[in-house]
């Protein structure tokens, strides 16, 4: 059941526009005991969303989740404000319009004349400036960000966005009534993206690009994310999700405000798809196609028939080589254990960082009987076995390679060569975005954590994601991409390069 507050930091609030997002403001704060006054400049979308918050409480009635004068007592509190004028009275504004800075800020501006000098203005903006919206008022003070993810009643984290002038009082109050509304408040300064935009960019770009370069189709890297990862969604899922007209702006927004900043940099493949109309589930393709609103999936290729298994010999410099070798006996391999292999052998390498190629030419193997396997986690701690050919494979040491690793059950995906494979790049790439939101001072490591594990459903928070494999490790992998690709996308973040030299956590806090 919902508890009202008996003391609200703010009490009577104003919400303007009635989309998703202002309807669910309005609806949290009602139900917290708070006088909303909705409005929207068309009047008939003010009535609707009104209508469509009383269909919401009958419903909570019916789940039990309200009774039924809790329900009477969140309508009684909802007001329809014919006018901007009727904010007068307003302690605090919550402004959930379109997306355009100039509409933002002309409302304040007007507002600003209605409303009270002490009255809070806050901006459920997820990408703009708060600094640019206060920009022309004459008090920039009381203006701050109030970023609410939707759904609003369910996802319950909310970023507190202090802009440029923000009076810090502001911040701490808006952080005090997002906890009276039921949801976690994390602190951010003004900066593209803020927290979860922001640090949520390594997962989708990384994966696009995996796939721009044709390592793997987009179901196989959805699998391995998730199976490897813990992922709930793959990122392809996900993008279908959450549509490309919408993630795709959001993507190169951030981008060209961190002045085309190579971490952030958007994919060709979003943009086409995008610029053909392919957005996603709501309109039946994106990445996938949908029939009757399922994905429709190809199936994993099927595990080899190979009647006789060469034997396997493993490099010296293999990651986690005792784990492997172990695996290897478990799956009932012939391993071989000269200081090279021999002419009929199979031969294993587990790079981090490196793709298959590398790897063998460093130690002069033979790539055509050369694949790759990812064990920069544990065997033990993934659903899923990854290995990599070279451009040189065999097709006959491709198919020995996945009989033997599947002997067991576990799934096993086969793709093409890729530095750092999938999983590690993708890890990399979000761990590193997130310890150059530490460094830039945007949040703490707490409330990032927390903002992106409620915020973006991640299995963990991305330094805690780190610290599993170690900073070192993910060092390492950054350091070989970007020597592999040569580009400055892989460059390692000063906060994880001090914390991997020093061998601390990444979550080790600064006095």
Not at 34 to 50: I, K
Not at 242 to 262: F, N
Not at 316 to 330: F, K, Q
Not at 413 to 428: N, P
Request: hydrophobic share 45%.
């Amino acid at each position: 059941m919902f508890q009202v507050q008996d003391r609200l930091t703010f009490h009577n609030i104003g919400v303007v526009g009635t989309g998703a997002m202002g309807r669910g403001i309005a609806q949290i704060a009602a139900q917290a005991g708070c006088t909303v006054h909705l409005f929207d400049a068309q009047p008939a979308a003010v009535e609707a969303a009104c209508a469509a918050l009383r269909d919401t409480w009958d419903k909570l009635v019916a789940k039990g989740r309200l009774d039924a004068a809790q329900a009477q007592a969140c309508r009684d509190r909802l007001i329809h404000a014919e006018r901007l004028q009727a904010l007068a009275g307003c302690d605090l504004i919550v402004e959930a319009i379109v997306e355009r800075l100039d509409a933002k800020q002309d409302l304040f501006a007007r507002l600003q004349d209605i409303v009270e000098p002490s009255t809070v203005l806050a901006t459920n903006t997820s990408s703009l400036s708060v600094t640019a919206i206060a920009s022309r008022l004459r008090t920039p003070q009381r203006v701050a960000g109030f970023h609410f993810f939707n759904p609003v009643p369910l996802m319950k984290v909310v970023e507190v966005v202090a802009g440029l002038k923000t009076d810090a009082a502001v911040v701490q109050r808006l952080a005090t009534f997002a906890r009276e509304l039921g949801h976690t408040p994390v602190l951010a300064q003004d900066t593209p993206g803020f927290i979860v935009n922001h640090a949520g960019r390594g997962y989708i770009t990384e994966a696009l690009r995996i796939a721009g370069e044709r390592v793997a189709d987009f179901a196989t890297i959805d699998r391995i994310l998730k199976d490897q990862l813990g992922f709930r969604l793959g990122p392809f899922e996900l993008l279908d999700l959450t549509a490309l007209d919408v993630s795709q702006p959001v993507m190169e927004s951030i981008y060209h405000q961190y002045y085309e900043e190579p971490r952030f940099r958007p994919s060709v493949i979003a943009a086409q798809r995008l610029a053909g109309g392919v957005v996603g589930r709501k309109v039946g393709e994106g990445f996938y196609r949908y029939v009757d609103g399922q994905a429709q999936v190809p199936a994993e290729p099927p595990v080899p028939v190979v009647e006789t298994l060469p034997p396997v010999w493993l490099s010296a410099r293999a990651a986690r080589r005792a784990e492997l070798l172990s695996l290897l006996h478990d799956l009932g391999a012939h391993i071989e254990t000269a200081a090279q292999p021999s002419a009929e052998a199979l031969i294993v390498v587990a790079p981090l960082g490196h793709d298959v190629t590398t790897a063998a030419a460093q130690e002069r193997l033979d790539p055509a009987r050369t694949l790759g396997i990812d064990m920069m986690l544990p065997d033990a701690a993934v659903k899923r076995r990854v290995l990599a050919t070279n451009p040189a494979t065999r097709s006959d040491m491709r198919a020995a390679a996945h009989a033997l690793f599947a002997r067991d059950g576990k799934a096993v995906s086969v793709i093409r060569d890729s530095g750092g494979l999938v999983t590690q790049r993708v890890l990399a790439t979000i761990v590193n975005i997130a310890a150059d939101i530490c460094q830039q001072g945007i949040c703490t490591p707490s409330d990032l954590e927390t903002a992106v594990t409620l915020g973006l459903g991640y299995p963990a928070g991305p330094l805690t994601l780190g610290d599993r494999v170690g900073a070192a490790c993910v060092l390492e992998i950054l350091s070989n991409l970007q020597a592999l690709y040569g580009d400055p996308r892989y460059r390692p973040s000063p906060w994880l390069r001090r914390r991997g030299a020093l061998g601390l956590s990444l979550l080790h806090p600064e006095d």
